[in-house]
T-cell receptor, first 111, second 113 residues
Framework: GENVEQHPSTLSVQEGDSAVIKCTYS??????FPWYKQELGKRPQLIID?????GEKKDQRIAVTLNKTAKHFSLHITETQPEDSAVYFC??????????FGAGTTVTVRA | DTAVSQTPKYLVTQMGNDKSIKCEQN?????MYWYKQDSKKFLKIMFS???????INETVPNRFSPKSPDKAHLNLHINSLELGDSAVYFC????????????FGSGTQLSVL
């Protein structure tokens, strides 16, 4: 089955700085790579996703990159703000219906 | 108007009891899931149903039994609760099976004493 590893487990950044979270996956059949954000005490919510036919995708201050050859993908948050503080999960999935999640990264943005 | 709703939000119970968590989605989605989030925040899939049919059944103790009376509902029944069952359980749905966006419920925090 798919194995997704996510680093770092915790990340503290100064407001306005950038944050980068990296994930690797093991199954070359994976073709869908979403990122979920979970604020304290709330449900995970999709913030951005990328499919294997695309190398990079951007949405305002958030960008994701995918390197299929190396089997890794990353989330980049620029100009971080206090409301970016949350747990971020990467995931990898394929057409066998199952998403495998990384262990999560707790991001703290210091004011 | 909540898209994926689950009840109860909190569940505190004694070891050995049997309890159920209910989930409903009003999005017209075909696929529903149960995820378990442990104290370290790790999200692990337990079950998935597509149009009432079980399609994913991970290595979960058979004390856990999902039931889907129709494609809008997926309930989770847990027998003989153990301390290690304490976690947050999330219901989720997606438009179809495969690589699509998951919509999560607000979670049920289960505490087994």
């Amino acid at each position: 089955g798919e194995n997704v590893e996510q680093h770092p487990s915790t990340l503290s950044v100064q407001e306005g700085d950038s944050a980068v979270i990296k994930c690797t996956y093991s199954d070359s059949a994976s073709n869908y790579f979403p990122w979920y954000k979970q604020e304290l005490g709330k449900r995970p919510q999709l913030i951005i996703d990328i499919r294997s036919n695309v190398g990079e995708k951007k949405d305002q201050r958030i960008a994701v990159t995918l390197n299929k050859t190396a089997k890794h993908f990353s989330l980049h948050i620029t100009e971080t703000q206090p409301e970016d503080s949350a747990v971020y999960f990467c995931a990898a999935g394929s057409n066998d219906y199952k998403l495998s999640f990384g262990a999560g990264t707790t991001v703290t943005v210091r004011a | 108007d909540t898209a994926v709703s689950q009840t109860p939000k909190y569940l505190v119970t004694q070891m050995g009891n049997d309890k159920s968590i209910k989930c409903e989605q009003n999005l017209g989605h075909d696929t529903m899931y149960w995820y378990k989030q442990d104290s370290k925040k790790f999200l692990k899939i337990m079950f998935s149903y597509n149009n009432k049919e079980l399609i994913i059944n991970e290595t979960v103790p058979n004390r856990f039994s999902p039931k889907s009376p129709d494609k809008a509902h997926l309930n989770l029944h847990i027998n003989s609760l153990e301390l290690g069952d304490s976690a947050v359980y999330f219901c989720a749905s997606s438009q179809r099976q495969g690589s699509t966006k998951l919509f999560f419920g607000s979670g049920t925090q289960l505490s087994v004493l």
